[in-house]
């Protein structure tokens, strides 16, 4: 019996490819599977190559593998795309419309067949992938009666024929292949599990609106608009409203300004907004105004690779900005993360007064993985730091609030427009303490020392153990972001090896948090960072923050792609075997 | 105690003696208090330059923001904060120039707010460069040999991109811009006053006198019907936009008015703490 299995369904833009492999993950999510999925596909609408793939496992996983158990493939260009990466006895469904036979080549069964026939026969090409879909059960040896449940959900309510002829496609898929007398895999279905399957911006966007957000203004952009979109049809069931702005200026600055008047507030981007958004991160920061900004990473610069994935953003979300500029950067790496640090991110913004950043990737937004099902008392309860209360206001009795204070701490108590005794400028200028412009050098320097002062008591673990048991070992691992499913896997392989190594997952990128990884990397005889973009910034980073001199080396990648578990094992053999 | 012009008193104003936009800022604290509100009812949200700065000589609610961007700011902190009366506010660089993306959609979206432009066709913080409003022909060290980019036309560009209320006012005749400005705050939408605030110091040809002696007063106009488009663009070209008064007004629902489920009570104000039963539902969708 098996109890992991890869699937991948290849075509063209267009053709139905992401609804496909959503029904075949929804389903093997309802089977109790754990999931993780990676989306192929190009910057136009119609055409061009695209791939779904799916990894279904008893276990909790959070990459979606190197190889394809099956293969899906509705053309010719998408057997020829994929067929180096084919488990070896796996199994591929080709379209084939002049002939249908089964044949052994590249190391696989090749099921000639056409779907597309087969969906005409049922009357209704629109059906095809379903067929597809049965034969694909078959193959894995599950029944078709399983996707019944989501058919009738997606369906139903367009009547009962066409969850019939779904259903009926299904079956027929399933047959045909059954009638071949090939040898299934067998695979083995879990323990059902109370869970869901999402992406990483749905997780943050329905994680944003658990957490108080109740405002966003965006800009479409790949791969971030999912959150927008999410926001639209979302916000206005909890008293929220999210904005679509002319552009992605103003997309951060309407967030701000909803910040200031006292909402919870966010925008959600990739590099290119984020670029456009810099000036805005000032005006927040100089401000104290608080803001949560979603920076999905893509290809750059410029436009760079739109539908692609990278890295290559972490030093501009660090420091993006002329001037000094407070701001906290997190990285979530699983779409579970990314769900319950947006309680974190909301409350960081409130308490420190500041921009917060969470850095997305591609890979993390738009993949679906399996999540268990959210647990309220798993978000950082509401916490909205020094916002005071009209009594408390009518107490300081101030005709001019002084909106920045100075504190010990840094962090001025804040007034929201509307309550009587909080009247008061918030100023991008450099001000005094009741907001108004001021270039006395005392007083700048006070507001300085207050504003980029305030975030030096942050404190937070500011990475994951990812190995056995916290330890120093031989080898460590440092990434952030999506990487992190990948390495996981790294780790497991080198470690059943023999090897000592563990992965310390940053989640905290500014300000950066060395307690516990200064251990870690003073106790690693190699330290391993594995980042996708060229120049190597999460390294950067760590020499400039931790000093780790020669023993620290990267593994980078930059095509667009995310690393494969052996593309790693493959640029770490030697790294390993150097003695440090 | 009933609010007086004292309350709306912000910090002392470095404005040259003589600027046109001490007239503004007196047009609309006088408008607020003509209309019965309390500073902590108003949010003044100001963009960079001279006429930046009114959100620190008046006293409001207020938000000095940057160069170009006070009408995004403005326009998310009504909708965070419907209660408030919500005035942006700048200069003709801010608005017409470094921010005229932002005016073309603010007056398209049409969110329920005032924007006041202190329009002196000059950039005079930055001591006299020719501005987007500088008449062709413009002489500073910007436009040596006279600037050869026609000017924007603040009536024309707003009717085009949409605005319900389009208004334009003087610095020299405050009473006239209390009311137009108050008009604008009522009207429920977005509202352009565009003031001809003239810059003593380095605007020469724009100046007090100039439009003493050229504007023409809308209300003087025969039959003159501010809900007809096309009449009002008729006149601008006819004045060559020397106009003062409401030149176009247009009962159009505000933005809010086509959001589902747009709250009564201001967000900023509402309970944010989670319903379980709405995140069950919306967790039902990821099963």
Redesign the interface.
Known sequence: MKSEITWKIGGQQGEGIDSTGEILATTLM?QGFQIASYKHFASRIKGGHTYYHIRASHTPIHYQGDTTDILVALDKESYEHNIGAMSSGGFVLMENKKEEKVEEADGCTVIHASFTKMAEELGNKIIRNMIALGSTIYLMGLHYDIFKPLVERKFLRKGQSLVDLNVNALKKGYEYVQNLGLTPYKLETPQPKQQ???TGN?AFA?GA????C??L?AYPITPASEIMEYMKK?L??????A?Q???E??GL??????G??????MTSTSGPGFSLKT??IG?AGV?ETPVVIVNSQRGGPGTGLPTKYEQGDLNTMIYAGHGDIPRIVLAPSTVEECMYMASTAFNLAEKYQCPVIVALDLVLSLNKQT?P??Q?DR?EP?DRGKLLTEEQLAELDEF?FKRYRLTEDGISPRA??????????????EHSET???TEEPEIRTAMMNKRLGKLQPFKMKGYEFIGQDEHPVETLFIGFGSTRGVLEEVVNELNAQGEDTALAQIKVLYPFQAEGLKELIDGARRVIVVENNWSGQLSGMLQKELQVGSKLQTVKKYSGDPFTKTEILEQIAQKMKEVV | MAVTLKDYRGDVSTWCPGCGHFGVMSGIQKACLNLGLEPHEVAVISGIGCSGKVSEYMRSYGFHTLHGRSLPVAQAVKLANSGLKVIASGGDGDGYGIGAGHFTHAARRNVDMTYVVMDNRVYGLTKGQTSPTSMQGYVSNTSPEGSGEREVKPLELALGAGASFVAQGFSGDIKGLIDLIAEAMKHPGFALVNVFSPCVTYNKINTYDFYRENIVDINDLEDYDPSDKAAAYAKIIEHDGLLKGIVYKQERPAYHTYLKDYPETPIAFNDIEPDSQVLDELWSAFK
């Not at chain 1, 609106?209 to 108080?212: D, L, N, R």
């Not at chain 1, 206005?236 to 409203?241: H, R, S, Y």
């Not at chain 1, 200031?260 to 507030?265: P, Q």
């Not at chain 1, 929201?416 to 200028?429: D, Y």
């Open positions: 309802q869901a399957l999402l749905e329905f609106v658990a957490s108080g109740r405002f203004s979302n206005p069931k909890v008293g929220g409203v904005v702005a002319e552009d200026l103003a600055l309407m967030a701000v300004g909803a200031y008047a006292g909402v919870r507030s000036e805005a005006l401000s999540c099902d959210y309220a978000f509401i001019r929201i427009p509307g309550q009587k005794g909080g009247v008061h400028t918030a100023n991008s200028n907001g108004h412009i």
